[in-house]
């Protein structure tokens, strides 16, 4: 289905970004463009403009401070992320993001725009939540950081208001992280998914269960199953899988990407 007829702006820095978005309460940031367009050509979001982010270096970028963590600008694609020795550091990012969709999905699609759609099968919410990465919101009032278990608020749903941007990713330092998956097929989005990390404590992220993450704690690996069941998922049911298959996934994906990080 064709386009309809859109206002278009490239700004040249994020504040004229920030402006552009602040002038026109129908106006939305285009990052890679995966989810927007497709959105858009079946008339489920009809935004009266588009503010694309494409060219804005300020966005853009992988640093790796001394402590360990990674500052990930939200522009950076997949591609560009699992290519980067910087983010090395963190390993679970490169090997989950080499997982999502298809090469050309991965060459455009950004890490912003994975986070800031918020579907429940997208792969990095779940990831980022459990890991403890913390956002940075600008907007016209300034800057503030969300944890990114207060960022997802529901489904499409995030922190970022009206006129703001999500202007960067931070992820703490750490190498015990696991993550596990049921797709459909090989390239296509999850049934349930689940991310975990090990420091002292299993913090897990259970994906597709709801419509923002779900996080549980478990002492051990042999304590995950009992944590999930704790959690009483209600998930939703669907052609592809049951509300009970669902929960029953969840609770072995969780044990799988739990296994990975205490390993």
Known sequence: MLLREVEYAK????????????????????????????????????????????????????????????????????????ASAEARARPILGEVCATIADVQVRNRGTIGGNLCSNDPTNHLPPLMSAIGAQMTITGAGGTRTVPASDFFLGVYMTAVGPGELLTRIHVPAGRHDGFAAVTLGVDGTCIVNAAATWDGKLRIALGCVDAVPVLVEADSVDDVRAAVRGARLDPPSDVHASSEYRAHLAGVLAERAARQAAG
């Open 11 to 82: 700004p040249a820095s994020v504040a004229e970004a920030l402006t552009l978005l602040a002038a026109d309460d129908g106006a939305r940031a285009l990052a890679g463009g995966q989810t927007l367009i497709n959105v858009m050509k079946a008339r489920a979001a009809s935004p009266d403009a588009l503010v694309d982010l494409n060219g804005l270096e300020e966005l853009k970028g992988i640093e790796l401070g001394a402590d360990g963590t990674l500052s990930i600008g939200p522009m950076t694609t997949y591609a560009e992320l699992i």
